[in-house]
């Protein structure tokens, strides 16, 4: 797939995913079946955050003392906030946000709600839209404007170590959420120079698209005590002194809809994980003149029984050639295609076509048993589109030790490139500008002496680069 660009924006259209007209740039319209594929997304995130986190709604508007109140963080937005600064026709004597992230909205009642020690841990999240005058090329999904589906959570701590645990915890939930989408990742703690404005380390999950190029899917911020200082939050602690708590934020947006899209997509257009997929099962007919409504029985009987196994089957009785609907469902990614003909209802037999092989398999039909089968196609599905996306992940992840060989590698396979790096600021940005690519973090420490690939200095790290949207 060397278009992918083309390809991905072409199969939004086609597939209904998104509507891109929308007169306003960078920001989309979700039509039913990407709102659908976006709804079980949402899901398996809630799911995960919701055995420990609590859910609430902030305001979409922030008061501009408030957002300016912790100066690296403002700084790091400035150029990409929108402004509502008229009320009607009357001009505010405060200027309002829309927040490019809820830091700034959330902070300043996490003063008031923070009390005490045994009030800590906090952990919330909400599922929110986000604005972000981004400058760069927008893209559908991947680089917009409105993020739509933006959530993220926050939590607030009592020590330094307990935030620190919240890190690698919410890697963890991070991980099981891309696990069940089948979505591969790398995870890497992002260089100084490209954490997020105000943490002190931001740990990030990317993905590699199929032009070879990655994608940040997910980040893990630690935000230290900066926040606690500049929004005063403390808590009494048992000896009944006042100590500033200690914070993380981790964010997912849009792009983890684009990665399921981009990962698994192939030239016949979207194979969508049976989690997240809209229509799960598709049933055709394969009808004769004779026998018509025999079949169609056949096939209702068969919709109903696995839907009340809890699948979400459609079934397909258009008077169209069967051709068409089978280019149709497999272009819109249905995990699973059952046919059933009258031969079939003859022999106790149905036909079953994963999208994911779209090989034909001839089974057993018994209504007794027909979810259980159908289900355990589904799950063998999930199985083989993960391992799958992970190899082909895993091929395309190449050790380099010298920068010539990061140039031929970047230039022919693409992908990502891992070498042994000194960890220096202006070592990494000398190399991001001889490669043309980003740096996109640190994955493990050295255990072995090795020399850093760019300036021969002693390497620390295993680092990985690529290019990146
Ligand atoms: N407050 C923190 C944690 S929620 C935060 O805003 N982090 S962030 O800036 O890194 O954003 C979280 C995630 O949103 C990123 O990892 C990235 O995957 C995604 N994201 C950022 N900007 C955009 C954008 N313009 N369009 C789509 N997704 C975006
Ligand atoms: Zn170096």
Redesign the pocket.
């Known amino acids: 797939m060397s278009k992918f660009s083309e390809w991905f924006h072409n199969i939004l259209e086609e597939a209904e995913i998104i509507d891109t007209r929308y007169p306003v740039k ?1 920001m989309h319209v979700w039509l039913p079946q990407g709102f659908k594929l976006r709804k079980h997304t949402l899901e398996i995130i809630g799911k995960v955050l919701d055995r420990d986190h609590e859910e609430v709604q902030f305001p979409l508007l922030i008061p501009e003392d408030e957002l300016a109140k912790e100066g690296i963080h403002v700084k790091g937005f400035e150029d990409e906030v929108y402004w509502v600064t008229h009320g009607g026709l009357t001009k505010l004597n405060k200027k309002l946000a829309l927040r ?4 700034t909205a959330m902070y300043p009642l996490f003063n008031l709600w923070v009390r005490s020690h045994s009030d800590l841990p906090m952990k919330f999240y909400q599922t929110v839209n ?1 604005f ?1 005058y ?1 400058t760069r090329h ?1 893209r559908p ?5 409105e ?1 739509t589906t ?5 939590t607030v701590h009592a020590d330094k170590g307990d935030a620190e645990k919240q890190v690698r915890e919410a890697v963890k939930l991070y991980k099981s959420i891309f696990d069940s989408l089948a979505v591969p990742y790398v995870i890497t703690t992002r260089p100084d120079w490209d954490k ?1 404005p105000g943490a002190d380390y ?1 740990v ?2 990317d993905t590699l698209l199929p032009d070879g190029k990655t ?5 893990v ?1 630690n935000l230290g005590q900066t926040f606690a200082r500049t929004f005063e939050i403390t808590y009494e602690t048992e000896s009944g002194d006042h100590q500033y708590a200690y914070q993380t ?8 809809i684009a990665s399921v899209i981009g990962v698994h997509g192939d030239e016949t257009g979207l194979c969508l994980p049976p989690a997240v997929a809209p229509i799960q099962v598709v049933i055709v007919p394969v009808i004769f003149k004779e026998g018509k409504e025999e079949v169609l029985e056949f096939c209702r009987k068969t919709q109903e029984t696995l839907q009340d196994g809890g699948l979400r089957v459609h079934l397909d009785d258009r008077d169209i050639r069967a051709g068409k609907k089978y280019y149709e469902w497999e272009m819109r990614g249905v995990p699973i295609r059952i046919e059933i003909g009258p031969r079939d209802i003859e022999n106790g037999t149905f036909v079953v076509v994963p999208r994911n092989t779209k090989k034909k398999e001839f089974l057993d039909y018994d209504l007794e048993k027909i979810m259980a089968t159908v289900q355990e196609k589904l799950d063998d599905i999930s199985k083989e589109m993960l391992e799958k996306s992970w190899q082909t992940m895993k091929e395309n992840i190449n050790t380099v030790e010298g920068v010539d060989e990061a140039m031929a590698k970047l230039n022919k396979d693409k992908g990502i490139i891992s070498f042994s790096w000194c960890g220096d600021t202006s070592c990494g940005k000398d190399l991001e500008e001889k490669l043309r690519v980003d740096l996109l973090g640190v994955q493990e420490d050295l255990e072995e002496e090795a020399e850093c690939v760019n300036c021969s200095a002693p390497a620390k790290h295993i680092a990985l680069l690529a290019r990146t949207y």
């Open positions: 960078g490019p992230t809820s830091e986000t972000r981004e927008t999904l991947i680089r917009v404007r993020i933006f959530t993220e959570a926050h997020f931001t990030a999950f994608l940040q899917i997910g980040t911020h934020c981790y964010g997912l947006s849009d792009r983890v």
